[in-house]
């Protein structure tokens, strides 16, 4: 019996012993991924969500009230300045000129007898032989012979101005587009709307800036003539790139005090029609800062209350633990995590351009910053795989 006993404790002793020799000895370091930053030319745009919008747009109002008998035009197309667009009924417009015509000719007649009369009598007043009150009524017949004229001639202008607003044409070249109105319809003076036209070549895009970006786009405007053609372009709502450069064209008035926003108008050659009024699409500002820049993996930037840091790996000599303190190998080279303060510029893509913090040729973290901390031991060995395999993008 204490045979079998003994015999069972040293097989648990083997058996304890065999596990504790597979298991790893503990290692402190945290294994990441590293990347070499090296400074490179970039290019890249600042782009802003716009909508597209007219230079000039107008809303067309009848003048003269009365029903539409025609209609002259297709529907969200292409109009010439002074085409014809809609007739409203000329007739009652047409007799009212040929009345007020008429009546200006019964009071050229009266004023033609008029003057004959006060001539007459004006004769006869120089020698006594007619009464001075027959003379003085034949002055203000007259008189009002020539107002009556007067009077007339504006009735004829009115009437033939009303004529005249009977048929609307277009005040510009510009598309048009759905007639509020049909056959028939009658329509009021300065009321009902019958369509609208915008002007489309060239096309405006609005866009909205930050305050603090103002002084940048206010010197592009000073500049405008002497920036590259590819400054300004728009990306479509298909994610296409029109194929037409445009140019800063006005700046707002005023900051929105409460938003501290303001916005851009940029204009655009729109020679097939390809922009419409109130599009979306977003606007792309060509990056104008010359030389390298750091391109770095956006995830090995590190974000906290508002500021940005990025940990890089630096060969530190380090006390070997496993060297005695008289040993001449008590010290061994490690590889330490650095956290730095960097400013950070566009985001392109996958990556981001630090702007300052780091220098060209240094290596940072960019899998496993984590489980990081300032001072942190690391190895690129991947004893235990890193949060986010691989090495990062350029």
Same mark, same amino acid.
């Given at each position: 019996?204490?045979?079998? %006993? ?130 003085? @009524? ?95 372009? %728009? ?12 140019? %800063? ?36 500002? @060509? ?65 981001? %351009? ?18 990081? @901390? ?19 993008? @350029?």
């Amino acid at each position: 019996m204490n045979r079998v %006993i003994l015999n069972t404790v040293f097989i648990s002793v083997l058996i304890f012993s065999a596990c504790k020799k597979k298991q790893p000895p503990v290692s402190n370091e945290i294994p990441v991924n590293l990347f070499k930053v090296n400074a490179k030319p970039v290019l890249y745009y600042d782009t802003y969500p716009s909508t597209t919008a007219a230079l000039s747009q107008v809303t067309l109002l009848p003048q003269v009230q009365g029903a539409v008998t025609g209609i002259f035009f297709v529907e969200g197309t292409h109009v010439k300045k002074g085409q014809k667009l809609y007739e409203i009924d000329k007739k009652i417009y047409q007799d009212s000129y040929d009345a007020a015509v008429a009546n200006r000719d019964v009071a050229k007649g009266t004023l033609t007898q008029a003057q004959q009369d006060a001539d007459r009598y004006e004769y006869l007043n120089k020698y006594n032989a007619v009464a001075k009150q027959l003379y003085d @009524h034949a002055v203000i017949t007259l008189d009002n012979a020539k107002s009556q004229v007067k009077s007339s001639d504006q009735a004829v202008k009115t009437a033939k101005t009303n004529l005249g607003y009977a048929v609307v044409y277009a005040p510009f070249d510009g598309t048009i587009g759905f007639s509020q109105v049909k056959l028939g319809n009658v329509v009021t003076a300065n009321s009902t709307v019958l369509n609208t036209i915008s002007t489309d070549d060239p096309m405006a895009v609005d866009f909205v800036i930050n305050e603090k970006q103002l002084p940048r786009f206010e010197k592009l405007q000073e500049q405008k003539h002497q920036t590259a053609d590819s400054l300004f372009t %728009i990306l479509l709502s298909d994610n296409s790139l029109y194929p037409v450069n445009g140019k %800063i064209s006005v700046i707002d008035r005023a900051v929105n005090s409460q938003t501290g926003a303001i916005t851009i108008r940029l204009v655009f050659p729109n020679p097939k029609g390809m922009l419409r009024v109130g599009m979306s699409c977003v606007v792309r500002v @060509h990056s104008q800062e010359k030389g390298p820049q750091l391109l770095v993996p956006g995830k090995a930037v590190v974000e906290q209350m508002g500021e940005y840091f990025i940990y890089t790996a630096k060969d530190t000599m380090m006390n070997n633990p496993k060297a005695g303190a008289d040993s001449v190998k008590n010290k061994i080279k490690k590889l330490v995590a650095v956290e730095k303060k960097v400013q950070v510029g566009q985001t392109i893509g996958a990556n981001m %351009i630090i702007k300052s913090g780091i220098n060209s040729g240094e290596r940072i973290v960019v899998d496993g910053v984590q489980l990081l @901390h300032d001072g942190s031991e690391i190895t690129t060995a991947n004893k235990v795989g890193p949060s986010a395999g691989g090495k990062g993008g @350029h």
